[in-house]
């Protein structure tokens, strides 16, 4: 059975810093993204990482901000967050995919996590 769960959410200030963790299992993925979704929009990418690690994308408005990373032995992929910024504040999900390099569309992933809350106070 694929699980992909996300943790590491919280209440953060304006500036600060989270790190959000999604651990998969269940069979092997060829990549990662992240996406996230503010209340009353549409769900968006973030980033994403191929399972080598040796290609990401980012969203230009996370660039120099957030990183994205991967611990194989872990089976987790992480999202760096840093100088982080209200406009930040969604549910932030994790998604797989088991064939293809990491992509920005959406539609482009198979197994999803169920989110976890990112809220930045200014």
């Known amino acids: 059975q694929v699980q992909v769960v996300e943790s590491g959410g919280g209440l953060v200030q304006a500036g600060g810093s989270l790190r959000l963790s999604c651990a998969a299992s269940g069979r092997t993925f060829s990549s990662f993204g992240w996406f996230r979704q503010a209340p009353g929009k549409e769900r968006e990418f973030v980033a994403a990482?191929?399972?080598?690690?040796?290609?990401?994308v980012y969203v230009d408005s996370v660039k120099g901000r957030f990183t994205i990373s991967r611990d194989n032995a872990k089976n987790t992929v992480y999202l760096q967050m840093n100088s982080l910024k209200p406009e930040d504040t969604a549910v932030y999900y994790c998604?797989?995919?088991?064939?293809?390099?990491?992509?920005?569309?959406?539609?482009?992933?198979?197994?999803w996590g169920q989110g976890t809350q990112v809220t930045v106070s200014s």
């Open positions: 990482v191929s399972w080598s690690g040796d290609s990401t």
């Open positions: 998604a797989a995919r088991y064939r293809g390099m990491p992509i920005e569309n959406i539609n482009g992933y198979n197994y």
